[in-house]
């Protein structure tokens, strides 16, 4: 099986957030990504399973290694809610 690739709209998609929360981990080193013809940005799979490993606070993990999708979502989207919180704000005030 051939390993997974993610675009940055594809795993923004996945993660339930918005492309700029991508581009903010790429660009903060916490997303290892390659570039395609020095332009595309892609994140192998492997990288986002790590990512969402090391992402899931200690005190969301069932206590046998084998934990269920619903659990690992939830971690992820605990994670994803932390990092666009810290994201400022872009839009212009009026």
């Not at 619903?70 to 990092?83: G, Q, S, V, Y």
Request: aromatic share 6%.
């Amino acid at each position: 099986m051939a390993p997974r690739i993610h675009s940055v709209a594809t795993l923004a998609d996945h993660w339930g957030c918005s492309t700029d929360t991508i581009y903010a981990l790429v660009k903060s080193g916490e997303l290892p990504h390659f570039k395609l013809g020095g332009k595309l940005i892609r994140i192998r799979g492997d990288e986002v399973e790590r990512f969402e490993c090391r992402s899931i606070p200690s005190e969301g993990i069932a206590a046998s290694s084998s934990w269920s999708g619903t659990n690992r979502d939830d971690a992820t989207n605990m994670r994803l809610e932390r990092l666009i919180e810290r994201q400022p704000s872009r839009r212009a005030s009026t």
